[in-house]
């Protein structure tokens, strides 16, 4: 593995920073063409119905509308993942959830489209609704869609449940029976939304002659043009899908939710349609994450040794079967070397929007519930969270709670680098509380494709397939600099639409650095390969004796021949004449991504009077395998904790009896200001993964993992009580105290 | 929808007075985003920002004369106004973001009625009094009797005001606003208190008066809290009988923002801090 | 002949039965031998699984060789944020 970079560790300027700071970078609302319409979206008004009917007439004849559609005009596809995706984007037969789409009017003005959208009649029929999720394990509950419940499961739970899963290995009873305390807990935590700054916005364009350009916010076009033209019933070749810039997304953009909409409303009125959605309709009818019920049940020796951990985890992901709740069973326990674990889950519907992936999706909670009983293990039993953690800390060779065994892993470096830090150590204020907290994820590897071009002037263009959603050009710009031997600024990377470049999986996963890096790599050494033959040819000796040194042909000893180096440029400049342009593609589904472990460490301040928890240090502690643009990654891990730190103290979806969402906007629905949070201070370290030219693991995602717990423990320490809930907003803690 | 500009008060009262669905622009702040959220269409949108005047801040008998276009900004680089009424400038300076600063104003933190705003308790507790234009010609009003309910307050058809009084004050006197929200900043107030103190030479508390926001169907004096204070030197068991008269001063609602027993409890720990405050601004030893 | 182990929920399709000894080259192989050797599995393997092979996680490549002393983890496939 490469040891000695020249590129990868520097800090360059982000390509994308200048047009985004000046307001030049185009999202998905900021497309816009001469004739297009704009269209607005009808959206169901009860938790579950049946719709009786819809009379579009009236709307239909306002003057200036000029399409509107309802579910009936969408056929029905075969594939049924894609037809619940098709079913969450315009309801049919029934609304399934506050919010839910059941009618959308393309018109020639936005103030038109909303007039029209008052004049849809649709007469519903109230059914039964059920929002919390062991209500809606429960036998009896109102059940969402028939048919659907997981294959060998019994009467006890009810057809809302989706999923089952179990991992793990020994015998849990016999574990529980060598431990010499045992907690068993139950913990519950909120829907919480990925909160990206952007609405779900797009621009879509299809003619009667089946051609169709869509442009929008994702985080995979590639995904958007598979989906939307299987609803559609298009060729895919016939989609040509650009991929907006992004503001954000964290695993919520990795659907689609009105983009085969505004392909219908386009198709039907002939003209290009554009449809944004409201800050409003993106909390009640884009994704947001699963809510929680789970029991946590762990045995510890006194001297702090695990026996023995079960967790059984019930997530409900809204109107429509998923299959998510795994990863939070394969997660639990991930951080420990254990001899007797179980990890059970659930997958349950409900009444609310359809969930889709934030940010190391289901890992988090359960997580956190895991992380908080071992913190009331040490609490009772008197020993060092950081301690007790490394004598139990999964380290390469570790049998994983999950199945396989870990390769190199930076867990046990992370606990050292914690307990090492100045931070463990600072005193405490009063009212004040420290919690440390592990945390895992997988990472994925998946499919990509680069092209490489190297210009007669000696510069480079990259073309790649993934959104960039967290500085992803500027460190495949530093991959292909780096493997090239050039200088960062001689390279242009840029997102190439689905026309431009082969098919790449969606930006999800924390995978787009590992695994378009490869193909960078991989790119950069066809185009060498090609470069070398091209200076061979001009030094009239063999391509196998020509090597590539620090940017340059050179022969590869004396024997090969007595010639200067010859730079990319110089090669570049001359390829016209010596054989045509010279490019290196590379195409290919890269596995080995390498996991990722972190651990969080927070000091918080509890009000005793209010209730009001303020966070007063956090340093955050992550192998990233090789960090690539350390600002980057510490960006990375400093959002990723802001959001937890969210998830802990302030955020969720809030239900009434009624089953109707009742914050849907970002002043009810509390995410963390910035004068709510400290700086972060994130402590990069470096274990490379073997499966990895450079050593790079993904780094997004592991970051949102720890700090719900880290949080949590540190409030238990601070009031003297712990919270089994999360969020913990002032008033459940005020009346905790 | 029709959009004026109003050149005086005279043209914005009879333009309200027309009888077509008009509303007042001033900031903006709040009636805009009504509009884009689609609870409000006005067919009439008046806007007095140029109305000679009411961009003023004006020193009048030893107190302040705020106009109903000055903005939160404005009122927070006065000098003057922040020495003398530091309680009801912080109170302004919180409603919502920077940006929102350079447009909302004070009165329409009132006009909007909402049993939250920010501003409201801090005026109150100053002895704020409002001037109304109205088809009748002009009056003066204390913000205290303005009050009517949610959403709404006691101006009649074709009303509205044109200032703020804040009137002159003592030797020794100080006063402040707190508000509890679940994170630091772009909130709505779940209780929140304004408290205004003068003292005598002894550093004992002369006159109190205290008001509450978000804890009944209006912002409410609370009459018992600022006498519990009085004579006192903001001892302990003062302070204790204030947050009691705050607490049994409270009618709530239960909401996403907050139960009932939750918003009680604020409402007397703002109270009594905003108390200490004050205090501390008029010159009291703590 | 590779050493598969069943993990979890997924044994509820092999009867009980959490590792096998299986003879393959590749994973396509390996895959194609399960489904056959558990017809209850056959759903779940079409609908798409990772596979840890001697602790590396692999997402759906047919042509990974597997050694005779791989160990291999048959798991549900996962999707990220």
Redesign the interface.
């Known amino acids: 593995m490469k040891q000695d970079f020249k590129i990868l560790g520097t800090r360059p300027i982000r390509p994308d920073g200048l047009d985004k700071v000046t307001g030049k970078a185009m999202f998905g609302s900021d497309k816009s063409v001469t004739g297009m319409l704009h269209a607005r979206i009808l959206r169901s008004p009860h938790a579950h119905a049946e719709i009786v009917s819809i009379d579009t007439s009236k709307a239909e004849a306002l003057a200036g509308v000029k399409a509107v559609i309802t579910g009936d005009d969408f056929a029905d596809v075969e594939n049924r993942w894609a037809r619940y995706t098709m079913q969450n984007c315009m309801a049919q037969g029934r609304a399934l959830y506050d919010g839910h789409a059941v009618a959308a009017v393309a018109a020639i003005s936005k103030t038109v489209a909303a007039e029209a959208l008052k004049l849809i009649e649709v007469e519903y029929k109230i059914l039964p609704h059920v929002t919390d999720v062991d209500e809606a394990m429960a036998p009896g509950a109102p059940v969402l869609h028939e048919g659907v419940k997981a294959r060998k499961l019994g009467d006890d739970v009810s057809g809302n449940t989706v999923g089952y899963y179990s991992f793990g290995h020994g015998d849990i009873e016999a574990g529980f029976a060598n431990a010499e305390l045992v907690i068993d807990r139950t913990f519950k935590t909120a829907a919480v939304h990925q909160g990206y700054i952007e609405p779900h916005g797009c621009l879509a364009d299809l003619g009667g002659d089946g051609r169709g350009e869509l442009w929008c916010s994702t985080q995979g076009h590639y995904m958007v043009r598979e989906v939307c033209s299987e609803i559609l019933g298009i060729d895919s070749s016939q989609l040509r899908v650009t991929a907006s810039e992004i503001g954000g997304g964290f695993g919520g953009k990795t659907t689609v939710f009105i983009e085969p909409v505004a392909l219908k409303l386009s198709q039907k009125a002939g003209k290009p349609v554009k449809l944004v959605m409201s800050r409003e309709e993106v909390f009640r009818a884009s994704g947001p994450t699963m809510s929680a019920s789970m029991d946590i049940k762990i045995g510890m020796t006194k001297a702090g040794k695990i026996t023995g951990a079960h967790a059984k985890l019930r997530y409900q992901g809204g109107a429509f079967p998923y299959q998510m709740v795994m990863m939070g069973a394969m997660s639990a326990f991930a951080a420990y070397d254990l001899e007797h674990v179980q990890a059970e889950g659930w997958d349950v519907m409900t009444n609310r929007p359809k969930m889709i992936s934030y940010r190391a999706p289901g890992a988090p909670m359960a997580v956190y519930a895991v992380e908080s009983v071992m913190d009331e293990l040490c609490q009772k039993l008197e020993l060092d969270p950081i301690d007790t953690r490394l004598m139990n800390a999964a380290r390469e060779g570790t049998k994983s709670s999950y199945g396989p065994t870990f390769k190199a892993i930076g867990l046990v470096e992370a606990l050292e680098a914690a307990k090492a830090h100045p931070h463990y150590s600072a005193p405490l204020a009063p009212n004040t509380g420290r919690g440390v907290s592990c945390g895992f994820w997988f990472n994925f590897g998946g499919q990509v494709s680069v092209s490489m071009a190297i210009n007669a002037d000696g510069t480079v263009n990259l073309i790649e397939g993934n959104p960039d959603i967290g500085g992803s050009r500027a460190s495949i710009s530093m991959m292909a600099a780096e493997a090239l031997g050039i200088e960062y600024d001689r390279i242009r990377t840029i997102v190439g639409d689905t026309a431009s470049v082969g098919f790449s999986d969606v930006t999800d996963g924390s995978r787009v650095t590992f695994a378009v890096g490869i193909a960078t790599i991989n790119a950069a050494n066809a185009a060498i390969k090609e470069m070398c033959k091209r200076a061979a040819k001009i030094w009239e000796i063999d391509a196998e004796a020509v090597e590539w040194v620090d940017g340059a042909a050179q022969p590869s000893g004396h024997n090969a021949g007595n010639f200067p180096p010859m730079s990319l440029a110089e090669i570049a400049a001359t390829s016209g004449k010596t054989g045509g342009p010279i490019a290196g593609h590379h195409e290919g589904a890269p596995d080995k991504a390498g996991v990722s472990f972190g651990v969080h460490m927070v000091d918080v301040e509890v009000d005793p009077e209010t209730g009001f928890t303020s966070i007063k240090r956090y340093t955050a502690f992550q192998d990233v395998g090789k960090a690539i643009h350390p600002a980057y990654v510490e960006g990375q891990i400093q959002g990723g904790a802001v959001q937890g730190i969210g998830w802990a103290l302030n955020e969720e979806y809030i239900y009434g009896e009624d089953g109707l969402l009742q914050n849907p906007g970002f002043l009810d629905y509390r995410i963390p200001v910035a004068s709510d949070l400290p700086m972060i201070d994130a402590v990069i370290i470096e274990v490379p993964n073997p499966g990895h030219p450079y050593g790079v693991r993904g780094c997004g995602e592991t970051a949102i993992v720890p700090p719900l717990a880290a949080v949590s423990n540190g409030v238990a320490q601070a009031i003297g009580v712990r919270m089994f809930e999360l969020p913990m907003s002032p008033p459940k803690i005020l009346k905790a105290l | 929808m029709r959009y004026v500009v109003a050149k005086d008060s005279r043209e914005a009262v009879a333009l309200l007075n027309t009888g077509e669905n008009a509303r007042l622009l001033a900031g903006g702040t709040d009636v805009l985003v009504q509009m884009k ?2 609870n409000k269409a006005p067919s009439l949108l008046v806007d007095i920002k140029a109305i000679i005047g009411f961009s003023d801040i004006s020193a009048e008998n030893g107190g302040f004369r705020i106009g109903a276009a000055v903005s939160g900004a404005e009122m927070g680089e006065h000098a003057g106004l922040k020495a003398m009424w530091p309680g009801v400038v912080e109170a302004v300076e919180l409603i919502g973001s920077t940006q929102v600063q350079g447009r909302a104003t004070m009165v329409g933190n009132l006009c909007n009625g909402s049993p939250a705003a920010d501003a409201v308790p801090a005026m109150l507790a100053a002895g704020a009094v409002a001037r109304i234009e109205g088809p009748s010609g002009t009056r003066d009003m204390q913000v205290a009797d303005l009050l009517e309910g949610p959403g709404k307050t006691k101006l009649g058809k074709a009303e509205l005001i044109s200032s703020v009084y804040l009137p002159a004050r003592p030797e020794r006197s100080g006063d402040a606003y707190l508000r ?1 929200i ?7 107030a ?1 209780a929140s208190a304004g408290v205004n103190l003068v003292l005598d030479e002894n550093g004992c508390v002369l006159e109190a008066t205290v008001a509450l926001g978000a804890v009944a169907p209006t912002a409410v004096m609370v009459p018992n809290a600022g006498a519990a204070l009085v004579g006192s030197p903001l001892e302990e068991q003062a302070l204790e009988a204030c947050a009691a008269a705050c607490e049994a001063a409270c009618n709530p609602i239960d909401d ?4 009932v ?2 918003r009680t ?2 409402a007397g ?1 703002m109270a009594t801090r905003a108390a200490k405050i004050a205090y501390t601004r008029a010159g009291g030893q703590l | 002949m590779a050493r598969v182990v069943i993990f979890g929920s997924l044994r509820a399709f092999t009867n009980g039965e959490g590792e096998m000894e299986i003879d393959a080259q590749t994973t396509r192989e390996l895959l194609r031998k399960l489904a056959t050797l558990h017809p209850a599995l056959a759903e779940t393997i079409e609908a798409g699984v990772s596979l840890a092979i001697d602790g590396e996680v692999f997402k759906e490549a047919w042509f990974t060789p597997i050694s005779a002393e791989s160990e291999v983890v048959v798991m549900p496939l996962m999707v990220g944020g």
């Open positions: 959220l689609g509890f679940p994170r630091t900043e772009m909130d709505i779940v996403k923002r907050g139960t027993e939750f409890k604020i720990v």
